[in-house]
Structures are given as structure tokens and as C-alpha cells.
């Protein structure tokens, strides 16, 4: 699920979502890596990432349902770099986008206006979508990790006290 997600962040050009996907498959790695290898401590790192993650994506969701004073025009999700924005937006389910050229001469190409109309659903629900999945994920993950470390941590007394 955070493969999918980092794809469609790469085609929007959203570096901050880029770069905390990349950090979570990164985490989902090191996880998977210490189940199988019994290795207590990765996992505990695995925990604690994923509490960072659900706060991460509630912060998405608050951003995309401009909760609080956060608005989703802004620049915030491409660390003010770029005028990018969410690649749903322009080619979510159904939309229907119109590009049209600038008529002043001597404003470049790259600044046309876009029209977006007919989208089935508006693109900061489905962006509010992908992190309540994440959301659910991590948790379901944050149970199994915990269950786990106490598995772990059973194995362990009870080889120290034989």
C-alpha cells in the first residue's frame, strides 16, 4: 500500500509524502526483517515508526480536509519547491481535464491553465482514502508488533530461567 502511494505522490511531484513513504517501506523492511530474524529491537523501532506514521497521515488528512486552518492550495507538500499538487486531482476516476493555453503572448506553455470537471470522486477524498488505509494498516501492523515483541520477550525468560 505504501508502494502504490509512493508512485502516485512521484507523479504529483510531492517530496514531504515522497519522503515519509519512503521512510515507511523503508521501516516495513527492517520489521519484516526482525520477525524473521528474531530480532526484538527492530521491531520496537518498527512500533515506533508506526506511531509516527498514524500521526503523519492524520496530519494528511487534516491537510486535505483543510482542518484547522491548513489549506491543501498551498505549497506545503512539495517543501515550497514546486506548484505541484496531488496527481488525483487532474486524474482521478472520471475526470474529464482540459488544458487551455495561455492567450497573452510571451507567458510560457508550462503555466496553462487546467480544467478539471466529471470526477466521480474530488480528489482530496481520495487522498483522505489512501492515509486512512495506511492508518488501519499501521494499526493492525502496531498490534502484530506488539504480540510479537511479547512472544519474543516470553522466549527470552523463559531461556533465562532454565
Known amino acids: ?36 530474524q528474531f530480532r526484538p529491537r527492530y521491531i520496537v523501532v518498527y512500533t515506533v515508526w508506526t506511531a509516527l506514521w498514524v500521526t503523519w497521515n492524520v496530519f494528511i488528512i487534516c491537510f486535505y480536509l483543510e482542518v484547522g486552518g491548513l489549506s491543501k492550495e498551498t505549497d506545503l507538500m512539495t517543501f515550497n519547491i514546486s ?13 474529464i481535464r482540459r488544458v487551455v493555453r495561455p492567450s497573452a503572448p510571451g507567458i510560457l506553455d508550462d503555466y496553462s491553465y487546467v480544467s478539471v470537471t466529471g470526477c466521480i470522486i474530488d480528489f482530496q477524498y481520495l487522498e483522505v482514502i ?10 493492525i501492523g502496531f498490534v502484530y508488533a506488539c504480540y510479537v515483541i511479547s512472544i519474543f520477550m516470553e522466549e527470552e525468560d523463559s531461556c533465562r530461567s532454565k
Open 130 to 139: 489512501h492515509s486512512a488505509i495506511q492508518i488501519l494498516l499501521s494499526l
Open 1 to 36: 500500500a505504501a508502494l502504490e502511494r509512493q508512485i502516485f505522490d512521484f507523479l504529483g511531484f510531492q517530496w514531504a509524502p515522497i519522503l515519509g513513504n519512503f521512510l515507511q517501506i523503508i521501516v516495513v523492511i527492517l520489521g519484516l526483517f526482525g520477525t524473521i
Open 83 to 95: 506548484m505541484h499538487r496531488s496527481w488525483w486531482r487532474e486524474h482521478g476516476p472520471g475526470c
